[in-house]
Structures are given as structure tokens and as C-alpha cells.
């Protein structure tokens, strides 16, 4: 069709609930599930919850933990960031106006 997207037809190509039954590409499992259903044991992590756990990490100044029972809270304060010298800010009556929107309010 004229003016469709990729997206919508990578959309399209997939198979959802009976459109993929009545194809006999999935297995009588499979054709069982609602549409809505996700199957978490595909979404899991190979390596199981611990694929995200460091033996050391270097925190900022000021930084501190606190350890809980069965977790630990580590506080980091913000990054203050701070301009380069040579940096050259843009006013905003500068953008193209179809940008302007999202500063409404900002001078």
C-alpha cells in the first residue's frame, strides 16, 4: 500500500495467536497461547539475576552504601555538569520552528 511504513509492515508479518495457529508453523503449545501471553522463560537471562554483578566498581567522592537485608542501596550524588569554554548555545528562536514546542516556556 502506498505511504505504509516498514514498521507496519514488519507488523504485519508477524504472527499473532490463531493467524500463526492456522498457519501450522507453531508447535499445539504454542497455538494455545493468547496473543496477550508472553513466554518469560525466552526473556530470561542465560546467566540467570547475577549477569549484572561486579566484584569491584569505583564510585564517586561522596558516594555511600548501604547494605540491607538481601539487597544494597548504593547512593550516587548528581553529576554537576559544567560547559566546555568553547561551547556555543543555540537560542532557541534559532531552531526551525517545528522544534519549538518542546521548550514552550523556556527562554
Known sequence: AVGESKMSKALDSVKVG??????????PSDAKRSAHELDFD?????EGSHTMTNKKCELPDQS???MKPG??????PAVRSVAPPD???VPISDL????RDAFKGMT
Open 71 to 76: 539487597y544494597e542501596e548504593v547512593h550516587v
Open 18 to 27: 490463531s493467524d500463526a495457529a492456522e498457519d501450522g508453523d507453531e508447535s
Open 96 to 99: 526551525p520552528e517545528w522544534t
Open 42 to 46: 525466552s526473556l530470561a537471562f542465560r
Open 64 to 66: 555511600w552504601r548501604a
Open 87 to 89: 561551547e556555543k548555545l
